[in-house]
């Protein structure tokens, strides 16, 4: 079994992909059908969709936690903390490798681990 979906929803679509564009995904704008526009990038096999909050919605979702591999964490930290991107765990080795965690833009941790 794989996953091969992952949704999230939020009240900023466009300015969470430009969050998320930052860990190295690239969005594309569409739709389906006459569905809703949304942002969507492939990772692997897995599609990662940006959507609008639901309309009986009025803040997001913040307890569901991401995780991302990536090639140079110490780069990418610099880099996100120049942006003023929240850091919640600095780099540190772990018995799982070496991690850290920040904060997307609606308050969800996302767990960076290094290749």
Avoid at 17 to 23: A, I, K, R, T
Avoid at 39 to 68: A, W
Wanted: net charge negative; glycine share 6%.
């Amino acid at each position: 079994m794989q996953i091969n979906l992952i949704v999230i929803r939020t009240d900023k679509p466009k300015e969470l992909s430009e969050f998320y564009e930052q860990l190295g995904m690239k969005f594309e704008y569409h739709q389906h059908g006459k569905g809703t526009w949304h942002y969507s990038t492939e990772i692997g096999e897995t599609v990662f969709e940006i959507y609008p909050l639901m309309k009986n919605k009025e803040t997001p979702d913040k307890s569901l936690r991401l995780g991302f591999t990536i090639d140079d964490l110490d780069e990418l930290i610099v880099n996100l903390k120049n942006k003023n991107v929240e850091i919640v765990r600095e780099p540190n080795e772990s018995e799982w490798g070496y991690f850290a965690t920040i904060k997307d833009l609606d308050g969800r941790n996302i767990e960076l681990k290094e290749e």
